[in-house]
């Protein structure tokens, strides 16, 4: 049995790094994407307290108990939705739902008209206007916004 593990896990190797080289590999490799919510309901921890407190050991359990269910050659979950964060910035584009899924409401940052805008300076567009539509706690007041231009707002 450890054979075999063992030659799966060297093919899996292969066809990723030829993917990687551009050499055409042996077959198509497989990535499975699962939900991190997911996966820490299937390792049987609570969802809601998992997302805000966890540790290094707690991560690998969960990946651990991950590869009952991933059949594919390699797998992807992170903890990069942070919901304390996320509540920190008041943001608009994630928040959690009283079950402890982070939810996406439909949001719109930018509008049709201001693609000009975006183009002519992309760095103070997007640092003025789209960020702070995603987070509220990145809204630049007037008088903040004076004093990083070196100007007097009155």
Known sequence: MDKDIEVLRQER???????????IPKRVPVRDSLSLELLI???GKDL?????HYNYEECVEIMEKAQEIVRGDN?????????VAAMLIK????FMSKSGFIQHPETCVMEEDEYDELIA?????IGKKIIPRKAE??????MTLSRLNGSSPI
């Open 41 to 43: 309901e299937y390792s």
């Open 75 to 83: 797998f992807g979950a992170a903890f990069a939705r942070n919901p």
């Open 48 to 52: 809601l307290t998992t997302q805000y």
């Open 137 to 142: 706690m990145y809204s630049v007041s007037p």
């Open 91 to 94: 943001g608009k584009t994630n």
């Open 13 to 23: 190797e292969q066809v990723a790094k030829d993917v990687r080289r551009g050499i």
């Open 121 to 125: 300076d992309p760095e103070t567009f």
